[in-house]
């Protein structure tokens, strides 16, 4: 069994900033690629960076240059830093992980955190 558990969610004004965390847990091989997705109201889940094992990351054009993914190999964490805030950001943000178990390669998700940004 392999958990992804998520924090950092919350509310701010347009221009904030916001640092979420997701920690998997249970038991891992190893960690292939971690990202980030998100789901606005009425609005299909998109993509809004990954970062792969060997760090190399992608990031939606709507957030280059305000939003910071890293992680922690050590800690099975992937972090996301979230700066100058707009109310377009706002969505429920979706930790996703690929994750090598005994049985082989499996696809996690988080629980969802709500970030909501007021204008």
């Known amino acids: 069994q392999v958990q992804l558990v998520e924090s950092g969610g919350g509310l701010v004004q347009a221009g904030g900033s916001l640092r979420l965390s997701c920690a998997a847990s249970?038991?891992?091989?190893?960690?292939?690629?971690m990202g980030w997705y998100r789901q606005a109201p009425g609005k299909q889940r998109e993509l809004v960076v990954v970062i792969t094992s060997g760090g190399r990351t992608d990031y939606a054009d709507s957030v280059k240059g305000r939003f910071t993914i890293s992680r922690d190999n050590a800690k099975n964490t992937v972090y996301l830093q979230m700066n100058s805030l707009k109310p377009e950001d706002t969505a429920v943000y979706y930790c996703?992980?690929?994750?090598?178990?005994?049985?082989?390669?499996?696809?996690?998700w988080g629980q969802g955190t709500q970030v909501t940004v007021s204008s």
């Open positions: 996703n992980t690929e994750v090598r178990v005994r049985s082989g390669l499996v696809i996690r």
């Open positions: 249970g038991s891992i091989f190893s960690i292939n690629a």
